[in-house]
T-cell receptor, first 113, second 112 residues
């Protein structure tokens, strides 16, 4: 069974600090990885996609992928109170015929002013 | 650009009543379409997905059903709602291949 594991948190960081969110996955052949942000009562919003090993930066967000160790992480620099949300890791097992994402249960981040 | 519309935003229904939730996507053709449910404090549960008109795959056997009468329209239905059907229902779309899914605003369903 394909699994995506995240620490449920809550993860509390002070404003301006770096928030580090981690995710591990069980399916070794997984090809594509996504981070979603979900504010309380709202739907998930895509914030990062990563397909290759290494780092991918977009503004204050950096996604890191290590396929050999089967983990993907999200760093949020200069954390703001508006970043307080639940962050969902999602993994596509791979291949053009793979239509489904496996989601983790999410890590709740709280940025303290 | 692509947009996804989902309605209604909130719904309160009595036990045993029928359900119909609708989702439409604009700005793309032949998308993959998905229905998820998120129970309070829990993760996303995939209910149905569709890769084309009339093609529905069910992930969880239950009293819900889905239909795709048009390319960009996805409908979630039930003939008789149960208390356990309460939750946050989310429609999503993606293009083919290893691409992310994009979610609608969701419908919060409460069963009384």
């Amino acid at each position: 069974q394909k699994e995506v594991e995240q620490n449920s948190g809550p993860l509390s960081v002070p404003e301006g600090a770096i928030a580090s969110l981690n995710c591990t996955y069980s399916d070794r052949v997984s090809q594509s990885f996504f981070w979603y942000r979900q504010y309380s009562g709202k739907s998930p919003e895509l914030i990062m996609s990563i397909y290759s090993n290494g780092d991918k930066e977009d503004g204050r967000f950096t996604a890191q992928l290590n396929k050999a160790s089967q983990y993907v992480s999200l760093l949020i620099r200069d954390s703001q109170p508006s970043d307080s949300a639940t962050y969902l890791c999602a993994v596509n097992p791979g291949g053009a015929g793979s239509y489904q994402l496996t989601f983790g249960k999410g890590t709740k981040l709280s940025v303290i002013p | 650009s692509q947009t996804i519309h989902q309605w209604p935003a909130t719904l309160v229904q009595p036990v045993g009543s029928p359900l119909s939730l609708e989702c439409t996507v604009e700005g793309t053709s032949n998308p993959n379409l998905y229905w998820y449910r998120q129970a309070a404090g829990r993760g996303l549960q995939l209910l149905f997905y569709s890769v084309g008109i009339g093609q529905i795959s069910s992930e969880v056997p239950q009293n819900l059903s889905a239909s795709r009468p048009q390319d960009r329209q996805f409908i979630l239905s039930s003939k008789k709602l149960l208390l356990s059907d309460s939750g946050f229902y989310l429609c999503a779309w993606s293009v083919k291949g290893d691409q992310p899914q994009h979610f609608g605003d969701g419908t919060r369903l409460s069963i009384l």
